[in-house]
């Protein structure tokens, strides 16, 4: 036997295979081109604006990206606005879409035979993906004004609304719920879901506020807030509120993104919220099915000068490849978006200044956002869906803003380089990660209010990268909270960790993406699983997207 | 900042500095009167003036208003100056000692209502101009007359290191950092050396348009100035300085920073934000008792609500690195009090 054969008999007995190696990326300059014109889709976000300005109006069109037909190819799930004051999605042009990926850089709408078009929903916000009942297809819950709603991936290429006795229904009516995140807190392999309520608020209670002289959008301060809901999963599509026993119910938030890691390295997956006007919440998993609001201890719940601002998306991964991650999230104009760089000690410290972000962030209002390496340079980066609220004035509309991590030392604005797509001027909104077209470069799919959404395919620039498809066994199926670490020959380490729940509104690639830049090989893939397995892949190969199954004990 | 009020023992030497103008002739007892500090006897004689002959000269105006704001007579002062524009609305003078006077009479909303009631009368007056775009730069920066007023005041006064300032301040408080930067570079060249209170105050916000600019090297030198100015203050005021420590630390010349900072606690020892400061440093460099006790200071001078409630959200961070949860505790119950 040759010793290629021997070692690919070595690694699938390991558990995990490549699954494809993809075609290299060309090299150069990196540019993101929309190829969305190229699909014959009708959807476009749409609020529902018709001159009367209806509070949840500006968060519209959220993202998820998913597998949903397991044929290896992220396809797209958009969510759209409703009709006020109905809250109703009174015709076609405002149902949420699913987009299959034809794999040639089109997107074929298969909403209708999905029966994913949310005509029976209010306005909807978030949407979030995952396998929750572990049978190999991704589910989708989706965040709304008016009952959520959990969809059952049949298999077949339809859903089943299946919401009606999971369990899930249990916020009031009134309630905004803007996104969802699944995670495994309790590690008994089953997903669960954490929900970020907002305010309560119906189009009767619905203020009208003047800025400027003008009718505009009221701020969340006029509303009441929510908690954050938290959901165990039980089995068999059934689901338990333990928001009150979890410990959630004593926080008031009026939640937006949610970010999902361990951040205190005790395998548990802990859970942070940013909030709009309200300090951030960070829930540390104790382990007992309770959570401690730890925020402020760990200070991430105020800006550097201990006020709240419009925390708006957010991430939590490892910046700075020091094994921990960190916490990153946007909020509007003037209030500088927030860096916090994980001590290891129980708490983050400001990253915002000496990292560059604040300087950035000064005349940005964002959105989604999220680290992505977009360069496959082994840092990630900072990705941020911008534009304001609403007109109010001559920088209102923006575009995206990419910021380099430059060794982990500082951020650097590359937007100006990254294409006229990228650039587009708008209201961005929704925004998520993942390879649309298994290149190994990151792309992006990004909503604007009252827009067509643009699907960024990045161009890639020849660096060498590696994506990582786990499969749980005793874990949850998704793998969601495996925490990866990459060492290339080199020496050099990288971290992730499996989370599709990234930025505001939206859902990423599941996939743990690392960019290896100039490292053909990986010398070692050390996972460590949520239900405690240590698995440890040696000699992988650059360029591929590799499945690895949990070695099952 | 450049113009005071002048509330002074009388003179003509005096007048003559201040004012740039000479008395005439029909003043002279009162002037007399004047020198002598008997302010009422030259209200007296100023007023007789006024009555024979309202037209005559705007100096009795002016004279008539410092010797009532001499008598505390604010009121006073303040009609006979509105008295002497309404007559002379053209004397650029009078306007100057007006918009002085204005705003330490009455409360900013009526100062801005007097002051463009004045313009009106006189809507060359780039003194006016002035003190109008400054009330309304303080009060509603939005304002969309602010720009116009004073920017055709910096024109119309270009050694006027206050008119070109504060358009300056208004480009920068509206994005357009390159028209700031020059505007603020003109009026440093026009401030007096010695006027340190101004080179701090124009410099730090010229430091602060260069960042935005991305020229973090001028925006170095720029905080440099306005520090060497801060320390020859006598009264100094630290907010500058300490903006400088807010940027070097963003810069991440963390050694720097602490030296600004020192140099501020030595001059400015009850200044609790750069208390706070301190503190973090001592943090960052996992001196987490002495974080405390320095942050300690900075809630013992803390001076409202928000500073003490960034001392409080600090030490619940610091106490709980220290593993004093049951101190953490204690500061996390002040914040969740005070949301």
Known sequence: ?553 | MWIGLQRISWSAAILTALTGFALGAQTSSAEAYMERGDYRHAVEALDAQIRKDPAGDPEVYLMLAISLLNLDDKNGALEAAERGISQFPKSERLSSYYVSLVPAVVDSEEAEKRVGRALARNADSAVLKKSLGKALLARKAEDARTEGLLASAATAMPRDAEALYLYGKWACLHQKETLCASELAKSLAVTPPDNYAALVLVNGLLAVAQDRLGDANAADAAFAHAVSGYEKLDSPVPDVPYQYVKFLVNRGDVKKARQVNEEILKRNPSFAAAHLEQAKFLFHERHERAAIEESQLALKFAGDAAEARAVHIFLVKAYGAAGLASEARVHQGWVDANP
């Open chain 1, 1 to 553: 036997m040759t010793p290629a054969a021997v070692t690919i008999l070595a690694l699938m007995a390991a558990g995990y295979l490549y699954w494809q190696s993809a075609v290299p990326v060309k090299s150069g300059e990196i540019t993101f081109r929309d190829v969305a014109p190229r699909s014959g889709f009708e959807y476009r976000s749409k609020n529902g604006y018709t001159g009367r300005k209806y509070f949840p109006q500006p968060m519209c069109g959220g993202v998820a990206l998913l597998d949903f037909d397991g044929d290896g190819k992220i396809d797209m799930f958009l969510t759209n606005g409703a009709k006020f004051p109905e809250n109703r999605k009174t015709d076609a042009s405002y149902d949420n879409r699913l987009l299959r990926n034809r794999g040639d850089g089109t997107f074929e709408d298969v909403t209708e035979k999905a029966g994913l078009s949310g005509r029976e929903l209010g306005f909807s916000f978030g949407a979030a993906a995952a396998d929750y009942d572990n049978d190999g297809y991704p589910d989708l819950f989706i965040a709304n004004l008016g009952r959520n709603a959990l969809y059952h991936n049949n298999g077949n290429g339809t859903f089943t609304d299946v919401t009606a006795g999971s369990g899930l229904n249990t916020k009031a009516a009134d309630v905004i719920s803007i996104g969802g995140a699944w995670l495994d807190f309790d590690n008994d392999g089953l997903l669960d879901l954490v929900v970020s309520d907002y305010v309560h608020w119906t189009p009767g209670i619905d203020r009208e506020c003047m800025l400027k002289g003008v009718s505009g959008y009221c701020s969340p301060t006029m509303y009441e807030g929510s908690v954050a809901r938290l959901y165990r999963n039980l089995g068999h599509g059934s689901f338990e509120d333990v928001t009150e026993k979890a410990g959630f119910g004593k926080h008031p938030a009026k939640g937006m993104g949610i970010g999902i890691a361990d951040v205190n390295d005790d395998g548990l997956m802990d859970v942070f919220i940013a909030n709009d006007t309200m300090r951030n919440l960070l829930f540390i998993n104790r382990g007992d099915g309770t959570f401690t609001e730890a925020a402020l201890a760990w200070g991430a719940a105020f800006n550097e000068d201990g006020v709240s601002v419009s925390g708006m998306g957010c991430d939590v991964k490892d910046f700075d490849n020091d094994g921990r991650p960190d916490i990153v999230y946007n909020d509007l104009m003037t209030q500088l978006f927030g860096l916090l760089r994980n001590s290891g000690r129980g708490y983050f410290e400001s990253a915002s200044g000496p990292m560059g972000v604040d300087r950035l962030s000064r005349n940005l209002s964002g959105w989604s956002m999220g680290f992505i390496d977009y360069d496959n340079d082994g840092w990630k980066d900072i990705y941020s869906s911008n534009g304001d609220i609403d007109y109010e004035g001559a920088n209102s509309k923006q575009h995206d803003t990419m910021w380099r991590n430059a060794g982990g030392r500082k951020f650097e604005d590359v937007t100006a380089g990254l294409g006229e797509s990228f650039s587009h001027m708008g209201y961005q909104r929704g925004a998520a990660f993942g390879d649309l077209d298994n290149n190994g470069a990151m792309d992006i799919v990004v909503t604007s209010l009252n827009e067509k959404p643009r699907f960024l395919m990045n161009s890639g620039n020849g660096n060498h990268w590696l994506l990582l498809e786990l499969r749980g066994v005793r874990s949850n199926r998704d793998a969601i909270g495996a925490k990866v670490t990459v060492t290339l020959p080199s020496g050099r380490r990288l971290f992730n960790h499996v989370t599709a729940s990234t930025g505001f509104l939206s859902s990423s690639d599941k996939r743990v993406h690392f960019g290896l830049e100039a490292e053909g090989m990986v010398k070692f893939v050390d996972i460590r699983w949520p239900s405690g397995t240590v698995q440890r892949l040696a000699n992988v190969k650059a360029d591929s997207i590799v499945k690895v199954t949990e070695p099952a004990k």
